[in-house]
């Protein structure tokens, strides 16, 4: 695989070609085409993996195409910058296809690729001090909005949320991130954090206390 590849990859990324709205909620229902587990799809899949492993490059690339979105919304949700998140997904990419001829089908390509970003970006984050937007994308997927009228207060309380968020530890933080916001089962969320599932259950309820906690202190404090 030479660096032709490489650098037609990055023209891809630099021409915008993740460009969609992130917004999309992280339920199961939004991420269907990232677990589907029909057979044809599944077959489909695996030829295009195997050909990517024999050198095929028009086949990672279709990989790419298929899980671009994805990618790119598990890179925002944990950096919570958008410059960051396309940074890091063109990065999670080339290290997929680097590392391409390790997958051995053992688990779905889609549990490997989200295990590759999630190990990344919780490396990242360890380096980074996290940086909070105006209005985080995030944050918006937490929390519905209603009518006008209520846009100021439920914007503070996103903004409220995503604070939160950023304050967890980041396997913790990538514990809420593959729950409670991309909608994955606590099986594929034990595979790609290589825990066991009481684990992942015990430690997103000490998350998801820590965040009540932060957030009962912050709406307290705000009120006085």
């Keep these: 695989m030479g660096s032709s590849f490489t650098e037609r990859f990055e023209v891809q990324m630099s021409l915008s070609t993740i460009c969609y709205d992130p917004r999309v909620r992280g339920d199961s229902k939004t991420h269907c ?22 050198g095929d490059k028009t086949a990672f690339e279709q990989l790419f ?14 950096t919570n910058n ?13 290290r997929a296809y680097h590392k391409i001829n390790k997958f051995n089908f053992r688990s779905a390509f889609s549990t490997w690729l989200y295990k ?17 937007e105006s209005l985080s994308i995030g944050a918006k997927s937490l929390v519905e909005r209603r009518t006008p009228e209520d846009d100021a207060i439920s914007n503070e309380r996103k903004m409220q949320i995503w ?9 913790d933080r990538a514990m809420v991130i593959l729950r409670d916001m991309e909608g ?33 202190t912050e709406t307290g404090s705000r009120a006085d």
């Design 33 to 54: 085409a990232f677990r589907d587990d029909s057979r044809s799809l599944y077959m489909e899949e695996a030829v295009l993996i195997q050909n990517c492993q024999n």
């Design 65 to 78: 195409h298929r899980y671009k979105e994805q990618v790119y919304n598990v890179a925002y949700r944990m």
């Design 82 to 94: 958008r410059e960051d998140a396309l940074d890091l997904t063109q990065e999670i990419f080339l």
């Design 116 to 132: 590759l970003a999630v190990n990344f970006c919780i490396d990242e984050h360890r380096k980074r001090k996290p940086v909070t």
């Design 163 to 171: 604070e939160a968020i950023n304050s967890l530890k980041a396997e």
């Design 184 to 216: 994955l089962p606590y099986e594929e969320i034990a595979k790609i954090l290589r825990c066991s599932i009481a684990r992942v259950k015990s430690r997103l309820h000490e998350a998801r206390q820590k965040l009540r906690e932060i957030l009962k």
